[in-house]
């Protein structure tokens, strides 16, 4: 079994602030975590994935996260936002080696200029 | 450069009428997916498919049908369209191997209406 939550619905921040989008997530056995964003109008693009080997994963446009056993958890964080981060982040968790996973609800990130 | 294609990006259907969305992946990728995404409610596995004719049921699969004739094509079948399958609809395709999930493409989506 595995289930994954997005704690914040959205998430407003200035330009040049830090950006943290919280996740927890269950499952049964060694997860694979993955971080996707979407912008407007676009399919969903992979930022990031945690496959059990290092615990903190640098993805894509600055972006990281770390994966917490302890915690259950999976937070995305960013120094600094920029405009063009302005999307929806989904936190993704799989049963580690299950093929299919499970997404969370999506936190829409806005970022104020 | 990896690509999942999606036949439209919009579509207009009425109620009671046959849907065909198509999707082609040119990774050679075993797993193929048909999600639907809903405003508060993520992404929804419609139906997954692992290999050539093989399927299986997601979590929605109710007034859905795939068929998957060719490793990279993909097709979700509305049989009899409703108000409440509008929706956008994404595909996906990932590689596989034992005991690793690796990450998934995606399409740009059809965002279907039916009315």
């Known amino acids: 079994a595995q289930s994954v939550t997005q704690l914040d619905s959205h998430v407003s921040v200035s330009e040049g602030t830090p950006v943290l989008l919280r996740c927890n997530y269950s499952?049964?056995?060694?997860?694979?975590l993955f971080w996707y964003v979407q912008h407007p109008n676009k399919g969903l693009q992979l930022l990031l994935k945690?496959?059990?080997?290092?615990?903190l994963v640098k993805g894509i446009n600055g972006f990281e996260a770390e994966f917490k056993k302890s915690e259950t958890s999976f937070h995305l964080t960013k120094p600094s936002a920029h405009m063009s981060d302005a999307a929806e982040y989904f936190c993704?968790?799989?049963?580690?080696?299950?093929?299919?996973?499970?997404f969370g609800i999506g936190t829409k990130l806005q970022v104020i200029p | 450069d990896v690509k999942v294609t999606q036949s439209s990006r919009y579509l207009v259907k009425r109620t009671g009428e046959k849907v065909f969305l198509e999707c082609v992946q040119d990774?050679?990728?075993?797993?193929m997916f048909w999600y639907r995404q809903d405003p508060g409610l993520g992404l929804r596995l419609i139906y997954f498919?692992?290999?050539?004719?093989?399927?299986e049921k997601g979590d929605i699969p109710e007034g859905y049908s795939v068929s998957r004739e060719k490793k990279e094509r993909f097709s979700l079948i509305l049989e009899s369209a409703s108000t409440n399958q509008t929706s956008m609809y994404l595909c996906?395709?990932?590689?596989?191997?034992?005991?690793?999930?690796?990450?998934?493409?995606f399409g740009p989506g059809t965002r279907l209406t039916v009315t």
């Open positions: 945690y496959t059990s080997a290092a615990t």
């Open positions: 499952s049964s056995y060694s997860p694979s």
């Open positions: 996906a395709s990932s590689a596989v191997d034992m005991g690793h999930t690796y990450e998934q493409y």
């Open positions: 498919s692992y290999d050539v004719k093989m399927k």
């Open positions: 990774m050679d990728h075993e797993n």
């Open positions: 993704v968790v799989s049963a580690g080696g299950y093929q299919k996973v499970t």
